[in-house]
């Protein structure tokens, strides 16, 4: 399977800095334009499905870029990590919540643990269901790093924040 993982495009909370989590906020004229950048760039690659979060800034992300050449199916494991009390706030200190052994859940936040076995559920699932495909997924900054650690291996001395995930940037995995 190749897998295709895209992280939404910019919105006005991206812009400003603030932590979106899993509220549903819509993509700016700059996320439409990266959009139609990553849909550009992957016009050649003949995708047999794309999945996304439903949350609307990936699914509209999905939506540009697939352009209406494939099926496009939701699944609501994709949906960005609850950042609880830091949603809509400045940054927080990822390295104490994307830390393996403590797992912190304080201030609502979904513990690394959790997030980490909802994605792994959705990527076995995956890879049952579409193991010959070239599969397009759209989520967010939280799960394609998760996924990256999923796909490449982690261990609790991980230091997950090393691997940055850009606004509507495209990453590849044979797997």
Not at 67 to 79: A, C, F
């Amino acid at each position: 399977m190749k897998l295709y993982i895209v992280r939404h495009g910019q919105t006005d909370w991206n812009a400003k800095g603030l932590m979106q989590g899993n509220t549903d906020t819509s993509l700016n004229q700059i996320g439409r334009k990266q959009a139609k950048r990553i849909q550009e760039e992957l016009k050649e690659v003949s995708f047999d499905i794309c999945i996304s979060s439903p949350l609307g800034r990936a699914y509209e992300t999905a939506f540009i870029v697939c352009n209406g050449r494939v099926p496009l199916l939701t699944d609501k494991r994709l949906e960005e990590r609850d950042l609880g009390e830091y949603e809509g706030e400045c940054p927080y200190d990822g390295r104490f919540y994307w830390d393996y052994t403590l797992n912190s859940s304080s201030k609502g936040v979904e513990p690394v643990q959790d997030l980490l076995h909802r994605v792994f559920s959705f990527y076995e699932e995956l890879k049952s269901t579409y193991k010959d495909s070239n599969v397009l997924i759209v989520t967010h900054g939280a799960i394609v790093r998760a996924l990256h650690f999923i796909i490449t291996g982690y261990n609790e001395d991980t230091n997950f924040m090393a691997f940055d995930v850009p606004n509507c940037h495209v990453f590849e995995y044979e797997v």
